[in-house]
Nanobody, 115 residues
Framework: QVQLVESGGGLVQAGGSLRLSCTAS???????MGWYRQAPGKQREMVAR???????NYADSVKGRFTISRDNAKNTVYLQMNSLKPEDTAVYYC??????????WGQGTQVTVSS
């Protein structure tokens, strides 16, 4: 059982930046990791994912603005979010993944972007 704890959310003006962190209770060396988000009234969507070999993929809506990275020594994955837009407002969730998709979820952290 892996426990994931997100941090770094908050309120920011449009055009600003935030960095989210997700720290796992154990090693993430063997897991792909992902960031997802869910806005009110919408389905949860993938934002960014990083494989064990540091291959990354991003939702089209965040390409060029968000960067996912991982520090296996710290059991932590990051999401650097730049040029934030009001439509980025959502609860952001971290996941630890297997080949079949997310196995574990964090509790989520709120990101609010004001216009």
């Amino acid at each position: 059982q892996v426990q994931l704890v997100e941090s770094g959310g908050g309120l920011v003006q449009a055009g600003g930046s935030l960095r989210l962190s997700c720290t796992a209770s154990g090693s993430i060396l063997m897991n792909g990791m992902g960031w997802y988000r869910q806005a009110p009234g919408k389905q949860r969507e993938m934002v960014a994912r990083i494989s064990t070999g540091d291959w990354t993929n991003y939702a089209d809506s965040v390409k060029g603005r968000f960067t996912i990275s991982r520090d296996n020594a710290k059991n932590t994955v990051y999401l650097q979010m730049n040029s934030l837009k009001p439509e980025d407002t959502a609860v952001y969730y971290c996941s630890a993944e297997s080949a079949y998709g997310p196995d574990y979820w964090g509790q989520g952290t709120q990101v609010t972007v004001s216009s």
